[in-house]
């Protein structure tokens, strides 16, 4: 096996006298696709939240890619990250989240070109080529010149990804990306990510509820509850035997609210 692009390593989160991850390890191997699956609070926001640096560790590591996110080897000790580190760090995972949070003043094209002009020093010219594509790849090119309130919920979650993939991240992070979505919008949005999973080899975390999709997506999931990984395996395993009674029981009840 190659070596894992992301290893948690004892991970401990708290939020004052609430351990929300309880000693967490687990790793993901390059190109994996893994879902993340568990009732509400047992946190597997807080996990791509801790990916983004978006949080602080309270306990252990969190390796990617090699190296250390949240700390920095100086001469040969371990220190904590600085700024350039993190901002290092932070380019090789992108994110979408639940609510697109699309710069509402700013056209479709250019909420797609800005980051990598900005950050990455790409030209306008080169930017705008590369949006154009990905644009295209989710559907949304006539869309280029359209302004965020001009697109519906699922053409807005469309962009995000698009916005989310023009930085050329080696990690994509979903957080119930469409679970703010309207019914009959849902499909277009899972169909952009199965279009991802299977023609890239892009390494992707899929928090989500929905089961079904869940299982076409994932090459492996992880049963989350109460901070801890209660089982793991295939999609084919985990949803048709669960072992755990705490894993059937989830799935119970998510598969009756459906
Ligand atoms: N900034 C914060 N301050 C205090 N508590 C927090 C904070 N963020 C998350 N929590 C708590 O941490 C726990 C885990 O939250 P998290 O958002 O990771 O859960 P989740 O598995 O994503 O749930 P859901 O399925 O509802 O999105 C919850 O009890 C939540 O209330
Ligand atoms: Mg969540």
Redesign the pocket.
């Known amino acids: 096996m190659a070596d894992p692009i992301i290893q948690l390593d004892h991970v401990v989160k708290r ?1 004052g006298e ?1 351990v ?1 991850l309880d000693n967490l390890t687990f790793d993901v191997q390059p190109g994996e696709k893994i879902a993340l699956i ?1 009732p ?7 996990i791509l939240r801790l990916l983004m640096t978006l949080e602080t560790l309270s306990g252990g590591h969190i390796i990617v890619d090699g190296e250390q996110l949240f700390h920095m080897k100086k001469r040969d000790a371990l220190v904590p990250a600085d700024e350039a580190h993190l901002h290092r760090m932070r380019a090789k995972i992108g994110m979408v989240f639940q609510h697109f949070n699309l710069f509402p003043h700013k056209s479709v094209l250019d909420n797609v070109t800005l980051a990598p002009m900005l950050t990455q020093k790409v030209k306008r010219a080169d930017a705008e080529k590369r949006a154009m594509e990905l644009l295209d790849m989710v559907g949304m090119a006539e869309k280029a010149k359209a302004m965020p309130a001009q697109l519906s919920g699922g053409q807005k979650q469309r962009v995000a990804i698009a916005r989310a993939l023009a930085l050329q991240p080696e990690i994509m992070l979903f957080d ?1 990306v469409t679970s703010a979505l309207d019914p009959e919008l849902v499909e277009e949005v899972l169909n952009v990510m199965r279009l991802l999973a299977s023609e890239t080899d892009m390494t992707m975390l899929l ?1 989500t509820h929905e089961m079904n999709f869940a299982r076409d997506f994932a090459d492996r999931v992880l049963f989350f509850d109460r901070g801890r990984i209660v089982e793991q395996g295939p999609p084919g395993e985990i949803f048709t035997n669960p072992r755990e009674e705490r894993t059937q029981g989830f799935l119970r009840k998510v598969l009756a609210a459906h």
């Open positions: 939020f609430l929300v568990g509400s609070g047992s946190g597997k926001t807080t119930e928090v």
